[in-house]
């Protein structure tokens, strides 16, 4: 059987392919997540999502092994919102999405050494409450998510700041669709039931 890489360190990223109990190691892909100029964000995710797994790839040079990227973009009117890195970015990013609904893409791709790939994008769409500023910094201090694309952590505490989310696969939104990674790993020839 292949080897599996994740190509992130992330660990909301390897606790989720965790539920898919495949053995697999994890490795730092080395790429500049910069978007280019004009770039819209589903671009920019699947761009980023295939840089990493390739970048990953081809340190392992002619080993049977697949390995999985991903990259996730928020995306508030056409404008691409990145990880904060902390608290007055986190602030800003929040108050602009109040009362507006925020595109989520999550894109994949699973890459061999040998070239081929694997890919697919999810699309999930959250719409946040109108929110005060207390309330925003109240959570921004309270779940620090200054690693988070959109500033919040859907599985913790952030879920109260949506009215609703609509998707296909309530785990993209944390940075892996398991639906889709359950995919291109079944087409890549992993046993999954």
Not at 67 to 80: E, H, I, P, R, T
Not at 172 to 179: D, F, H, M, S
């Amino acid at each position: 059987m292949s080897r599996l890489v994740l190509a992130s360190t992330s660990r909301y990223r390897r606790e989720l392919l965790q539920r898919l109990r495949l053995p697999f190691d994890t490795a730092r892909p080395e790429v500049d997540e910069t978007a280019l100029p004009g770039e819209a964000p589903r671009a920019l995710a699947q761009r980023l999502a295939l840089a990493k797994a390739q970048a990953v790839a081809q340190l392992l040079g002619g080993e049977d092994a697949w390995v999985l990227g991903s990259d996730q973009v928020a995306d508030l009117g056409g404008q691409a919102l990145g990880k904060p890195g902390g608290r007055d970015a986190a602030l800003e990013q929040l108050r602009a999405m109040a009362g507006r609904r925020v595109r989520f893409h999550t894109a994949l791709c699973l890459a061999h050494p040998d070239g081929r790939s694997l890919h697919d994008v999810d699309l999930t769409e959250v719409r946040l409450r109108a929110l005060e500023d207390a309330e925003i910094a109240r959570y921004v201090d309270a779940e620090q998510p200054y690693d988070c694309a959109g500033s919040f952590k859907s599985e913790g505490l952030g879920i109260v700041l949506f009215e609703a989310i609509d998707n296909h696969d309530p785990t993209a939104l944390i940075g892996l669709p398991l639906i889709a990674s359950a995919r291109l790993l079944r087409q890549a020839g992993f046993a999954l039931p």
